[in-house]
C-alpha cells in the first residue's frame, strides 16, 4: 500500500506546482509588456536642436533657442524681465494705451480728404495740403483707446557671418518677425520692439538701440529681444500658431509666404518655454 502511495503524491505536486505557475503568469505583465515600459521609463526627451536661419541680407545666423509669451495684464508684475533692458528704460504699462484716428468719420466730413485718400493721395488735394489739413483736424479725430497687448521674448544665438555694417560698424539684430497665426490668416505681427539684454546704445537715440557692434566673422552672441504685439481687434483669440523668422524684401514675395512650411521660420511650440527664474 505504501509503494501505491508515491505516484499518488508525485501526481498532486506537480498538479500544484503547474497551478502556482499559471497564477504566477496571470499576475504578471507579458515579456512584451515589460519592454515598452521599461523603454517608456528609460528613454530621455529628444534634445532641441535649433534650425540656423540666416537673416535676409546673410550677415547674421540666428539660432532660435527658446521663448517667452507675457499678457499685457501682467507685464508689470512680472520680475523676469528687468526694467533697465526695456527701450524705454521702464517695463511698460499694463493698460496700454495707443492713439487711434476715426480716418472715416474725417473721410465723412471732408470729401476732399475722402478722395485724397482713395486715390492713393494723387487726387483730392496736395502733399502740402493734406499736411496742413491733419494739422488742423486730426485732434478733434483722435482718441486714446485701451488694446489688449502681449509681448514675446526670444532667446537667441546671433552669430555674425559678415557682409553690411553701418558707419558705427554695427549690425542690426532685431530684424526678425514674429508672427500671429489663425490657420492661414495672419493676424498679428511685429519685430522686436521693446526688450534687449544687452544693449550696447543706451544713451541718444533709440534707433540705434538694437543694434550690436560683432569684433569679427564668426563672433556670436546669446541674447534675449522682445517685441510688444497690439491686438487692436481681439485677434489674440483666434491665435492658433506663433513663429519666428525672416520675411522677404519683396512685397510680392511677402504676400506669398506661408510660415508653417517656410524654411525661414521657426514654430514656438517647436521651441521650449524659457525658464522661470
Not at 21 to 42: A, D, G, H, W, Y
Not at 138 to 163: D, N, P, Q
Not at 259 to 271: C, E, G, H, N, R
Amino acid at each position: 500500500m505504501k509503494k501505491k502511495a508515491v505516484p499518488v503524491v508525485v501526481v498532486l505536486i506537480a498538479i500544484l506546482a503547474i497551478a502556482f505557475v499559471i497564477r504566477i503568469e496571470k499576475n504578471s505583465k507579458t515579456p512584451m509588456e515589460r519592454f515598452l515600459e521599461t523603454s517608456q521609463m528609460t528613454t530621455q526627451p529628444e534634445e532641441y536642436i535649433p534650425a540656423k536661419i540666416v537673416d535676409y541680407d546673410g550677415g547674421l545666423q540666428y539660432e532660435f533657442l527658446s521663448y517667452d509669451l507675457v499678457d499685457g495684464k501682467d507685464i508689470e508684475t512680472q520680475t523676469k524681465y528687468k526694467a533697465e533692458f526695456f527701450a524705454d528704460g521702464k517695463v511698460p504699462p499694463s493698460d496700454y494705451v495707443v492713439k487711434k484716428v476715426d480716418y472715416d468719420a474725417m473721410a465723412r466730413d471732408y470729401p476732399k480728404f475722402d478722395e485724397y485718400r482713395e486715390s492713393n493721395c494723387e487726387k483730392g488735394m496736395t502733399y502740402e495740403e493734406y499736411e496742413a489739413f491733419m494739422r488742423e483736424h486730426e485732434a478733434e479725430y483722435s482718441s486714446e483707446v485701451h488694446v489688449k497687448t502681449k509681448y514675446f521674448f526670444i532667446r537667441c544665438r546671433i552669430t555674425y557671418l559678415g557682409g553690411y555694417v553701418n558707419e558705427r560698424n554695427e549690425k542690426s539684430l532685431g530684424a526678425f518677425d514674429f508672427i500671429v497665426m489663425n490657420g492661414n490668416k495672419r493676424v498679428g505681427e511685429n519685430y522686436p520692439n521693446c526688450y534687449f539684454d544687452h544693449p550696447q546704445n543706451t544713451e541718444g537715440d533709440r534707433e540705434y538701440y538694437f543694434y550690436y557692434q560683432f569684433e569679427k566673422v564668426g563672433d556670436s552672441i546669446e541674447c534675449v529681444l522682445g517685441g510688444r504685439l497690439i491686438d487692436e481687434n481681439d485677434h489674440f483669440s483666434e491665435a492658433t500658431a506663433y513663429y519666428v523668422g525672416f520675411f522677404p524684401l519683396s512685397y510680392e514675395e511677402y504676400e506669398k509666404v506661408n510660415p508653417a512650411i517656410d524654411s525661414k521660420f521657426v514654430a514656438l511650440k517647436d521651441m521650449p518655454r524659457e525658464q522661470e527664474v
